[in-house]
């Protein structure tokens, strides 16, 4: 019985070639962007799983602002966990960031910018990362060894093992490090890296100059509240409780990733965002609504073309379960099909998806299998919940009539092609938006110069070490100067000046003296000598720093502000106020300017409280103004610079422009992602449309042959045809523009500078998807209009 299921299912599948067509790239379509963002979302929600103890590990934070930020403690706080019968175990991890340029390999004449960790012998007590090579026991208790990520390892030394081999690498000192391991590295880590350093010794020459975060890991006896009571009560801490209102904090690990405090947590390499994860999975509801719906279409329409041969095998004694099977095999043959053909498309799709995504997602093949089979089941299952009811529910005097009936309206149809239009629509509309909230962004005057402006770190502290090698020590230190002058004499280059990035201001605890404001976290930059000229800054008071003092360019104790920080601590007269901060060396601070404020940090926020610094540390990065017209000139003068002062480094730089459009990332990932699935969505309510429409022609060839006869044109009964399908799409067009409008009137509300939600925008989708619609229709229903009414007469 089973293989005669098997074959009648074939020949009708076979027989019904464009419902085939239509139902399996809706499924195909439908189930790999659902498979994708499913495995995507579990990536996500998995994050930091791999390790055993997540739940129970702790990290130590604190704050002296109320509203500030929670971050490292001050650098004289350091706690003896040990003591403390409720902790297991403790490490500590600093890093050293890519962004800053703070770990440099040097390996085969080039040079890499590197993301590390230092972390202390008891790192893998902690957290369960697994080794490539190497042994977890005795890895981290040699300051001189280093371990690599598996990714790193791969770009340094293809496949090869690496153990034992030697690497230069920079960070506060020059030093040669023995490899030792390779870690495993999961995609659903918070923690990455391409070094992970041992803490050196006190005696140690290796100096990497970070602080760390204190992980601690406790057992059942641990509660929040008393062990935080009970370390105010040290002696290194209640005097900066006193003193500064300091608060202390145990935050749980495990809540990190998607906790929204105002948390700074260095040694994460990425944050969650419940944001996007919630727009993601609207898009995939969306995504399996729309299939979903196509698919019923498509077997509705087949099971109407089925009328006659079900009728007749009623008559002739099948049962309403004999018809359902048939039709269940039916269905298992297209599942079987999209199953092996959606596992291949994942595969060799999985690459792109990762590259969009900017994850590394491998899942195995069961994994693959488990995901794609459990969507195409829900999916057909959500799908084939009413034809297969209208299959059990119709009679024999039903399937009669439907054969003299076969012509009814399609109104249920076009219902269901309504629903599908509403929610693509909705998402070209969204997807317009966001893009036109990302271009805002990408081209808002950030109130300083950034265009054609070149960093590039000249040279790094000379090594620790310098009495075994006093000579290099000295040439390093005279490299600054040499710099300087080479640059000055660089006709291609307009200006230059040291310092921080304008978009990465580090907080400093700081408050007014006149003000009765505690400490609040407030945002600095270290600037060097010509840095308001390369930028552009607008100095609106006072005066600039001076410039001309030969050893020390500028006062230690002279700092200036930008608008919003004078507008905060309430400054009458600059010339009358001191800025106080906890540091013991740098008591107080004489104001002698404000700049007009300028955006520092992404541009969900206005410009926010700003101090600006005379100190420069001189191997900081340097800012460098090319002539617009000359870049690839300038570049090549700055590489041989580069090269005299760095033999052995490969010249690396990075323009602010490109930084600044990367403080973006999350926002260009969500067009991305809007952008492609919108499309998938708009294609899957065309191959409806389509099937819809070609259903429609058919039934009606004698009233087009008609027609015909009776002196109808072609354009009239295209027309015809037509504006029915218009008019749908339409509707769909007006129930969507609200939901959309209302979409994004909410997500715009988390940034600070919104774009206009234009008229223009709803437009433009309505106008995309009537065309998209009409060209979909119009090449059935003009070889409708074209057939000869004679032959289309004859065959009716």
């Given at each position: ?10 020949r009708?599948?076979i ?15 439908g ?11 579990y ?6 799983g ?35 019968p ?5 490490t ?57 990520s ?9 496949n ?15 030093i ?24 050196p ?28 009571e009970k ?8 005097p ?14 495990d ?181 036109k ?21 000249f ?63 407030i945002n ?11 930028f ?112 052995e ?18 926002e ?29 022609t ?99």
């Open positions: 019985m089973i293989k005669y299921y098997v074959r009648i299912a074939i009708n599948l027989k019904h070639k464009v419902i085939l067509v239509s139902s399996m790239l809706t499924l195909c379509l189930t790999l962007c659902t498979s994708l963002l499913l495995s995507y979302i990536n996500e929600l998995t994050t930091d791999f390790h055993k103890n997540k739940k129970q590990i702790y990290f130590e934070v604190f704050r002296s602002d109320p509203d500030g930020v929670w971050t490292n403690p001050p650098p004289a706080i350091d706690i003896d966990y040990n003591s403390y409720e902790v297991e175990a403790v500590s991890v600093a890093k050293l960031d890519k962004k800053y340029k703070s770990a440099t390999v040097y390996h085969n004449n080039e040079s890499y910018y590197t993301d590390g960790i230092v972390a202390d012998t008891t790192f893998f007590k902690v957290f369960d990362f697994d080794l490539k090579y190497g042994d977890k026991k005795s890895i981290l208790y040699n300051p001189y060894h280093v371990v690599l598996e990714a790193f390892a791969k770009v340094l030394f293809g090869k093992n690496p153990i034992g081999e030697k690497l230069k690498i920079t960070t506060g000192s020059e040669f490090y023995t490899v030792k391991g390779v870690i495993k590295i999961p995609s659903n880590s918070s923690i990455t890296f391409d070094l992970l350093f041992p803490k010794t006190e005696n140690s020459v290796i100096k990497h100059g970070q602080l760390g975060m204190k992980f601690i890991l406790i057992n059942d006896s641990f509660k929040k509240s008393e062990f935080i370390v105010k009560q040290l002696k290194i801490i209640s900066y409780i006193k003193e500064y209102g300091l608060q202390v904090n145990y935050l749980p690990f809540a990190l990733y998607y906790n929204n405090m105002p948390i700074r947590a260095d040694v994460l390499s990425r944050r969650g965002d419940t944001k996007t994860l919630k727009i993601v999975f609207a898009i995939i509801l969306v995504i399996i609504v729309i299939s979903a719906l196509n698919f019923s279409n498509a077997q509705i329409i087949n099971i109407n073309n089925s009328i006659k041969y079900n009728a007749l095998l009623t008559i002739n004694g099948a049962k309403k379960s004999h018809i359902l099977y048939q039709k269940l095999v039916e269905y298992a043959i297209l599942y079987t099909i999209g199953l092996l053909f959606v596992t291949i498309c994942y595969r060799l799709v999985l690459p792109e998806f990762n590259a969009l995504m900017k994850i590394e997602l491998q899942p195995s093949n069961l994994v693959v299998f488990t995901i794609i089979g459990c969507t195409l089941i829900f999916m057909m299952f959500l799908a084939l919940i009413y034809p297969l009811l209208v299959i059990y529910k119709r009679t024999v005097v039903t399937n009669i009539k439907s054969i003299v009936n076969v012509n009814g309206n399609l109104t249920t149809r076009k219902a269901i092609l309504v629903i599908q239009y509403v929610l693509a629509i909705t998402l070209l509309i969204t997807s317009i938006l966001v893009s909230q990302l271009h805002l962004m990408l081209n808002k005057d950030l109130g300083f110069d950034c265009k054609d402006i070149v960093r590039i770190k040279y790094n502290k000379p090594t620790f070490n310098y009495k075994n090698d006093e000579e290099q020590y000295n040439l390093k230190k005279q490299l600054p100067e040499l710099i300087k002058n080479k640059l000055a004499e660089i006709p291609l280059v307009v200006g230059f000046s040291q310092g921080k990035s304008p978009i990465m201001p580090i907080p400093l605890p700081l408050r007014s003296k006149n003000s009765n404001k505690e400490f609040h976290e600095f930059l270290s600037v060097g000598a010509n840095y308001k000229s390369v552009g800054l607008t100095l609106i008071e006072g005066q600039w720093f001076n410039n001309n003092a030969t050893n020390n360019i500028f006062s230690k104790n002279e700092i200036i502000v930008n608008e919003a920080a004078k507008t905060f601590w309430k400054i009458k007269d600059i010339n009358a106020d001191i800025i106080l901060t906890p540091n013991e060396n740098f008591k107080g601070y004489k104001i002698i300017g404000v700049v007009k404020n300028f955006n520092s940090e992404h541009l969900s926020s206005k410009p926010k409280p700003l101090v600006l610094f005379p100190s420069v540390d001189w191997n900081a990065d340097c800012f460098i103004k090319l002539q617009t017209n000359r870049i690839n000139d300038g570049l090549q003068t700055l590489e041989a610079l580069f090269k005299k002062a760095n033999p480094g490969s010249f690396k730089y990075t323009f602010l422009s490109d930084e600044i459009i990367a403080l973006y990332k999350k260009k990932d969500l067009r991305s992602i809007f952008v492609i699935f919108t499309g998938i969505a708009l294609l899957i309510s065309a191959i409806g449309l389509f099937t819809i429409a070609l259903y429609d058919q039934r009606r060839t004698k009233e087009i042959g008609i027609r015909k006869v009776n002196g109808a044109t072609i354009n009239e009964i295209m027309l015809m045809l037509n504006k029915d399908f218009v008019k749908w799409v339409g509707i769909a067009f007006i129930i969507a523009c609200p939901i959309a409008y209302y979409a994004m009137n909410k997500w715009l509300e988390n940034f600070a500078y919104k774009t206009v939600l234009s008229w223009w925008v709803f437009a433009l989708a309505g106008v995309f998807t009537l065309v998209i619609a009409l060209l979909t229709v119009s090449w059935q229903t003009y070889r409708a209009a074209t057939r000869d009414p004679v032959e289309s007469l004859r065959d009716e």
